[in-house]
């Protein structure tokens, strides 16, 4: 489970990061877990602004969360394939 970080559609200058079970393959806010308001990015960290009014459906991921979901994604479906391979064949 990796952190998936998102912006709004309307305030592209805001970040927000919530876990990648909570983002749907659209790239949009489920509510599946918390959310966390980061800010605007300032050089590699982020500083304090008040976070935008706009509602949890207008949260999408950036480019960088787009990647991190995809690999998250690839991850689970070779634990998955592990994890099948694991169980014993019964007759
Ligand atoms: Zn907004």
Known sequence: MRHIEMTCKNHPN???SCKSIAVSKHGRY???RHIFYNGE???DSYK???ECSCPGV???WTEEG???WRADRAAD???DRAR???IPKTI
Request: charged share 30%; no cysteine; proline share 4%.
């Open 14 to 16: 805001l970040f927000w």
């Open 66 to 68: 787009r990647k991190a």
């Open 48 to 50: 304090y602004v008040p």
């Open 77 to 79: 479906l070779r634990y």
């Open 41 to 43: 990015r300032s050089d």
């Open 84 to 86: 099948n391979r694991a």
């Open 30 to 32: 489920n509510g599946a």
């Open 58 to 60: 207008d949260l999408i």
